[in-house]
């Protein structure tokens, strides 16, 4: 089974940019989809950007035109670049990998968007 894990969160000031990675480790990592969500506090976990084992992508409404998910099947990992950030996108954000009816999410990473 596939196994996941995130880095790159931290703090940002409001503008600025992170790129997140997700290392996957244990499976055929080629043949998931692929996905970022995000739970600010209080709040439900959200998807934020996925993309499929053929790389097309979608995108939560909100984050549409500054984030971009990709993937490197050479190095088992997508990402997460993420710009012109916000307050609100302040969350931790996880990782999750999906094959069928088999879904594996990472630990999470923290991000903080605040002056």
């Known amino acids: 089974q596939v196994q996941l894990v995130e880095s790159g969160g931290g703090l940002v000031q409001p503008g600025g940019s992170l790129r997140l990675s997700c290392a996957a480790s244990?499976?055929?990592?080629?043949?998931?989809?692929m996905g970022w969500y995000r739970q600010a506090p209080g709040k439900q976990r959200e998807l934020v950007a996925a993309i499929t084992s053929g790389h097309s992508t979608n995108y939560a409404d909100s984050v549409k035109g500054r984030f971009t998910i990709s993937r490197d099947n050479a190095k088992n990992t997508v990402y997460l670049q993420m710009n012109s950030l916000k307050p609100e996108d302040t969350a931790v954000y996880y990782c999750?990998?999906?094959?069928?009816?088999?879904?594996?999410w990472g630990q999470g990473t923290l991000v903080t968007v605040s002056s």
């Open positions: 244990g499976g055929i990592f080629r043949l998931y989809a």
């Open positions: 999750k990998a999906a094959l069928g009816y088999l879904e594996v």
